[in-house]
Each structure stands twice: as structure tokens, then as C-alpha cells.
């Protein structure tokens, strides 16, 4: 996706085929691999639910300023924001907004232990860089935990949420009701919104159309985030199907579908993580160098420092996933976590 598509998609009449009182609005983003985030604004009798925010800077609110203008809104018309979890890209305008406008945002009860552990003065990753000394990775492990923060993750709007959201909730958006479906594993407090009436399913970063999304990028993340994951995503094989609405990449027809690709690629990689064991290879780090990345089968070495460290830490997850299953043990006393294949049993 490219910033030059913006003007178009701003359009009511768009290909999206989504209801009337439904509108995309993707935002720019200041980052170098992701460079949009949808928002979606739900025209309620009340005025203007948005769901996700966008970035707190200058070039994002000039696009959703000049969005909500076409739709004949202003940015005090917004009676609420409902976040799907904690990210920037997704929350920063809304607290930008409460403290400007009064504007009331919502977000998942479990988003609270990240959002109260940020430090400005800290690294960007300081959770993730002890995380790769566990699982081997340790020259990575100093490269990441000496990255600073980038000039346009400073001063970002942070803070508490006027609404802290249990699962099941229903929120009141003008006659619209949307349903807080808790889905934790990407963030541990993150929420997908169900409109049940429209058959949608605004999934922010939970499921997305052509990204697997990451479980390694929290500040305070919960012990197990792949089991919580995996959990999350067969939800929606037991949900009426929906249209995806994610937060990143184009509407689509069936989240059900997605679930279970997802589900799948999981299934395999769990697989896989326990044969690598299976075949000498101890530490998440060297799982992680036999396993191939993205669509382009890239290896662990070609994805980049932050990238790479993604990757790690999920092969950690599935790891310590396998030790819960009862697959794997964890083996040593030191500071880097070895597997072998588990002999209970056998």
C-alpha cells in the first residue's frame, strides 16, 4: 500500500462494498515497513464512532480531519473511540483527541499493564532484548536493546483510557452496537469489535488479510501469548461469519477463513519448531535459522534487526508452547533456554 492511494479510498462510494453507515479511512503512517492503518468511522445517530485512531501526528489528522469533512463531521463530532489494543498506530489519536476535544476512548480492561509500563526514557524493546538472551539470540539481543527511539516515537500521546472494556460488552454507537470480543495474543488486552446485524468484524491487528500477526512487541506481555493467540482465532470458527474489517490490508470477505489459515499456519510451524528440536537444534535462535520467513522464504539473517527479532520470539513462543503441551522440556539453568523433545511417556 502506498500513500498515494489515499485520496481515492477516501471516497463514500469506494469498493469496499461495506454498509452505509460504515466507512474506511486509511491513515498515514511515519513508519518504514507499514505505512498505512484503516480506521473505520461509524455513523451513529449520536455522531461518529471511530474504530482505531491512526497516529498521533500532523500528516495522519489531516487525513482524517479532511475524511470526516467529506462525510459533513468534525473532529468534536467523534463521541467515542474504540481501540482494538495499545499500538501507536492505533491509539495515540485517540488520547490526543480525549485531551483536545473530550473525546471518550475506549480500550480492552488487560491493555493497562502495557500502557502503565511505558517509559519514554527506556529503549524501544527492553522486554524483547531479554527476551532474544533467552532464546539464544544474544549479539541481536544488544542490537535491539541499544535502539532508541525514533524522533517520531517521541512525545507520541499516551495514557489511560477513559473506558476499560471487558469481552462481551455491548457499546452503544448511536444505534449501532457493536460486541467487545476479547482476543488476546497480539497485545494481551486487544479487542475485536462485532457488528452482528452487519455481519462485521472490525479486527484491528488480530487477523489480517496477508500479515501473521506478531505476539512479540508488548511492554508488559502476559506468559503465553501464542496459547492465548491460537485461542483468540477459534473464536471466530464458532462466531457467526463475518466480513473482515482489519486494521491493516484491504476488507474481505470471510474472517472465518482467515481464522482458519491462521489456525494452520500455527499448526505447522508448531510442527515444524518440534521436529528442529527433534533434529539437535536446542535454542529458539537456531530453530529460527533453519526456518524460512515471508512470502519471499527469507532467511533469519535478510529480515533486519527488528524484523529478525519478530521471528525469534515467535519461534520462543511456539517453543514454550510445546513445553506446556507437553512436548518439549526445557532443559539448563542458565540464562538461555534450551529444549530437548520430551521422553515422558515414552
Request: aromatic share 6%; hydrophobic share 40%.
Amino acid at each position: 500500500m502506498s500513500n498515494n492511494q489515499l485520496t481515492s479510498d477516501l471516497d463514500v462510494d469506494s469498493d469496499d462494498e461495506l454498509p452505509s453507515h460504515v466507512v474506511r479511512i486509511p491513515l498515514p503512517l511515519p513508519l518504514r515497513d507499514l505505512r498505512e492503518v484503516n480506521v473505520y468511522a461509524i455513523l451513529g445517530e449520536d455522531g461518529v464512532t471511530l474504530v482505531d485512531s491512526g497516529w498521533a501526528d500532523d500528516a495522519s489528522e489531516t487525513v482524517l480531519v479532511e475524511a470526516l469533512a467529506r462525510l459533513g463531521f468534525a473532529p468534536h463530532d467523534v463521541a467515542r473511540v474504540v481501540v482494538t489494543h495499545h499500538h501507536w498506530d492505533h491509539y495515540s489519536r485517540a488520547i490526543d483527541w480525549q485531551r483536545r476535544y473530550g473525546t471518550t476512548v475506549m480500550i480492552g480492561r488487560e491493555e493497562r499493564h502495557s500502557i502503565e509500563a511505558f517509559d519514554e526514557r527506556t529503549c524501544t524493546y527492553p522486554v524483547q532484548a531479554q527476551q532474544l538472551i533467552a532464546a539464544g539470540a544474544t549479539e541481536l539481543a544488544e542490537t535491539i536493546a541499544a535502539f532508541p527511539l525514533e524522533t517520531y516515537e517521541r512525545n507520541v500521546p499516551y495514557g489511560p483510557a477513559d473506558v476499560w472494556l471487558e469481552d462481551g460488552i455491548h457499546i452503544d454507537c448511536g444505534g449501532v452496537d457493536p460486541v467487545a470480543r476479547s482476543t488476546p495474543g497480539h497485545t494481551r488486552g486487544h479487542i475485536v469489535y462485532e457488528d452482528r446485524r452487519s455481519r462485521l468484524a472490525f479486527t484491528g491487528d488480530h487477523i489480517l488479510p496477508r500479515i501473521t500477526p506478531s505476539i512479540a512487541l508488548e511492554r508488559q506481555p502476559e506468559e503465553l501469548p501464542l496459547r492465548s493467540y491460537l485461542a483468540s482465532l477459534k473464536l471466530f470458527l464458532d462466531l457467526p461469519d463475518a466480513t473482515m474489517l482489519p486494521a491493516h490490508g484491504a476488507v474481505t470477505e470471510s474472517v472465518k477463513a482467515r481464522a482458519e489459515q491462521l489456525l494452520e499456519h500455527h499448526r505447522d510451524r508448531l510442527e515444524q519448531a518440534r521436529e528442529l528440536v527433534a533434529a539437535g537444534n536446542s535454542t529458539a535462535y537456531q530453530v529460527a535459522r533453519q526456518m524460512r520467513w515471508t512470502r519471499h522464504e527469507r532467511t533469519i539473517d535478510e529480515l533486519g534487526a527488528v524484523h529478525g527479532m519478530t521471528a525469534i520470539l515467535e519461534v520462543l513462543a511456539h517453543l514454550e508452547l510445546l513445553v506446556t503441551q507437553g512436548a518439549l522440556e526445557r532443559t539448563g539453568s542458565g540464562t538461555v533456554n534450551d529444549y530437548v523433545v520430551s521422553q515422558k511417556g515414552h
